[in-house]
């Protein structure tokens, strides 16, 4: 994968908006996903499946941007 792959967004800070706001899609806005993210508001997070699927998928560094880019730096590309 090339530098251009990897998204800017930090994967801490989807991680902790995933873990304590991830029913509300928070974590979709972050990166943003705004229309699954009005979908999870509504669902509450797919009932918390969804929730718990996202938390996963960025825990294990397969998370995608809105761009499709893989949220995978735990700091943001500004503060490196």
């Known amino acids: 994968m090339t530098d251009s792959d990897y998204s800017p967004k930090s994967r801490l800070v989807a991680f902790i908006l995933a873990f304590f706001f991830g ?32 938390t996963i998928l960025i825990l294990v560094g397969s998370f995608k941007d809105k761009e499709g880019r893989v949220v995978y730096r735990w700091m943001d590309a500004g503060s490196l």
């Open 23 to 54: 029913v509300f899609g928070v974590h979709r806005f972050y990166v943003g996903k705004t229309g699954t993210g009005l979908l999870q508001i509504v669902t509450l997070g797919g009932l918390g499946i969804w929730t718990l699927i996202d």
